[in-house]
């Protein structure tokens, strides 16, 4: 896998696709630089080799240009962390674009506008990617948020820069977090599995069964298991049409001797609403009229121990509806004993959606191994796809 750090950007124009799709508020200001700050790495070690970098990037859903989405609004907070003064251009393919690229000088940094305001780029158009190739010398791919697309600067741009394409640390660190956990992890490896629904985590529990030892499960998406295996689950979420599917799962697990944790105990409520009242109920033994909307204390404490043996530790989905405070405990409970099992030694990755903003919400990220950057592209790399902007650089 060829890196930034394989590649001497002395005298050099690096077009870096990165991924700075951040959150902005009313007056414009950039609301969370995560993404800014995680692509700082790549950027500085290009300029500190003595190249130049163009940066691109999208911004939102635009239906064309649009001001509300025009990255200049992200230049003052760029200029804070990068500790140089980028330049921007209104436009990032064209005359203009290739005008301001010319001028650039090695250890300075120009920003593209939003590749969005033109429909080519999320078509995949070709002359579009065309156009985008000439604003540099080697293509970096450093956008993890955006690699499950074939969109003209995530995949197609490559073809331009056969000779000259490589990862950005970002997305190098995304991809080798995963190999850690999918195809070197240290054994007992555990995966925990959370969120709603059954439904929309299939396909990851079939790709990632040869890689487990175990595999817990909580959340909404739990009591579609305990009511196959027979249980009275209440008013809790349930998907009626995976019963059968659910005992298939668990068949397959016992095939490949993956051991499967399910909920012991429940915390239940009367409503879908903080102020509810709650008790605690095995999770087999939930009354109609109660919902289950956290793990209990038995579960707590047998999640933990199972997680406490990992080496090697996936996240991805809470085992509650962590939004509310009072069924909060068991997602932070889980985000505690995955951070203790790190500090001894394992090797933690947290991926795809709502985990990462339950670690972030609970101030564990940092004592995560690897907290991903990327929603959707890290459940599609759980799934076993091959992210079409990491097969264009490997290609
Ligand atoms: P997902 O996007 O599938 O990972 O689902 C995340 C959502 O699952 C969060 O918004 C949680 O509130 C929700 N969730 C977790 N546990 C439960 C539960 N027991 N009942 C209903 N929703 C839940």
Redesign the pocket.
Known sequence: MITVNDINFKNQCALIRVDFNVPLDGQFKVADATRIEAALPTIQKILNDGGRCVLMSHLGRPPGNDNNCSLKHLLPTLNVLLGVEAAFVPSCVGDEAEFAASKLTNGQVLLLENLRFHPEETHGDKGFAQKLSKLGDVYVNDAFGTAHRAHASTAIIANYFPNSKCFGLLLAKEIESIAKVMEHGKKPVTAIL????VS??ITIIDNILDAIDHLII???MA?TFIKAQGGSIGD??VENDKLDLALSILERAKEKHVTIHLPIDTLVADAFSEDAQTAFFPTNEIPNGW????IGPKTRAHFAEVIALSKTILW????????MEAFAGGTIALGRAIAEATKKGAFSLVGG???VAAVKQFNLSDQMSYVSTGGGAMLESLEGKVLPGVAAILS
Do not use: R, T
């Open positions: 959370g969120g709603a629904k929309s985590k909580g959340g909404g009591y809790s979420l919902m289950g909307l956290d991805n989905g809470p085992v509650g509806v962590f939004e959606g709502d985990s």
